[in-house]
């Protein structure tokens, strides 16, 4: 059996045969294992667990929140980042490049971190109800590729501009958080940043921790002219905690949705399907990452 295991996802935008070689020989004696399907990334982690000293992860957000979902704690994993964002690697102070994060990984320094679930679904950095689920999804539709993989900041960026577009800069309650009145969409985050536009972090919840419970986030109304200030609140990564119009709740273990219709759900950039109703707990404690 080998030291480690190095589970690569392919279709991640920065994942190539020539990086996945320089990324194995800088980890040394590990297993390559290629995702061959949804789902594979989970079940090679579920293998993998307590059978090695490691589970190294080389691939985007998608193939990270898989790793998570089948894992329970005791074999310390090292996310190597190979998508277009790979936001928990950065978040957790990781260098974009792969090769230099995975060196920095062979330097075994571990952090313990709490998770997120959503209706069951782990998560590291980030869930969401409405809009940003709704934009995960419209991205999703452009198709993904080998070479390319998912569409880049510019697909989000027109995405975004056209799902405000069609409400006219405009959105409604259409959800509530009980016991904390209703809102336009929800985000509950695990980590600052909430995700990256390139190298811009973007933090809609800037309080929250990886050690912590989840912040969870959400503007009661959003008009024209209150967006520049949101959009202020995202790149300054400070106002929103205080802000009249938006709700903010901090270290939070549990806390329950209930949509007016239903509406698209995504854990770490991933597209949950459709929801009427979501449970946001948080796992503390959870499992341990080399960082």
């Known amino acids: 059996m080998p030291r480690a295991i190095l589970i690569v996802n392919p ?27 949804r789902g594979h990334a989970t079940e090679l982690a579920r293998e993998a667990e307590g059978e090695v000293e490691a589970i190294y992860v080389f691939s985007g957000d998608g193939g990270f929140n898989e790793v998570l979902n089948g894992v329970d ?17 950065r978040a957790l102070g990781l260098p974009r490049d792969p090769v230099a994060a995975a060196r920095r990984l062979l330097e075994e320094r571990t952090r313990r971190i709490s998770l997120g679930r959503v209706n069951g679904r782990r998560f590291g950095f980030s869930a969401g109800v409405g809009f940003d689920a709704e934009l995960v999804r419209r991205v999703d539709a452009r198709g993904r590729t080998r070479e390319h993989g998912r569409a880049g900041n510019v697909a989000f960026a027109v995405e975004a501009f056209r799902l405000l ?21 929800a985000l509950a985050a695990n ?6 536009a390139g190298r811009l972090p973007l933090h809609v919840a800037p309080l929250a921790r990886f050690e912590a419970g989840l912040d969870i986030v959400g503007a009661r109304v959003l008009r024209p002219v209150s967006l520049p200030r949101f ?61």
């Open 73 to 89: 704690g005791r074999t310390p994993l090292g996310f190597v980042p190979g998508g277009g964002a790979s936001v928990l690697p």
């Open 191 to 196: 980590c600052d940043p909430y995700t990256y």
């Open 231 to 291: 959009l202020a609140y995202v790149v300054r990564g400070a106002g929103q905690e205080r802000a009249r119009d938006v709700f903010y709740a901090r270290d939070v273990d549990r806390a329950e949705i209930v949509c007016d219709r239903p509406l698209s759900s995504q854990a770490d950039g991933e597209d949950l399907g459709d929801v009427t109703d979501a449970l946001l707990e948080t796992e503390r404690d959870a499992v341990t990452v080399l960082v």
């Open 11 to 37: 279709f991640a935008s920065r994942v190539t045969d020539d990086r996945v070689e320089r990324v194995a020989a800088v980890l040394g004696d590990v297993d390559v294992r290629v995702t061959e399907r």
């Open 165 to 185: 577009a069609a409400s006219r800069f405009r959105l409604e309650p259409v959800l509530e958080v009980r016991g904390h009145g209703r809102v336009a969409f």
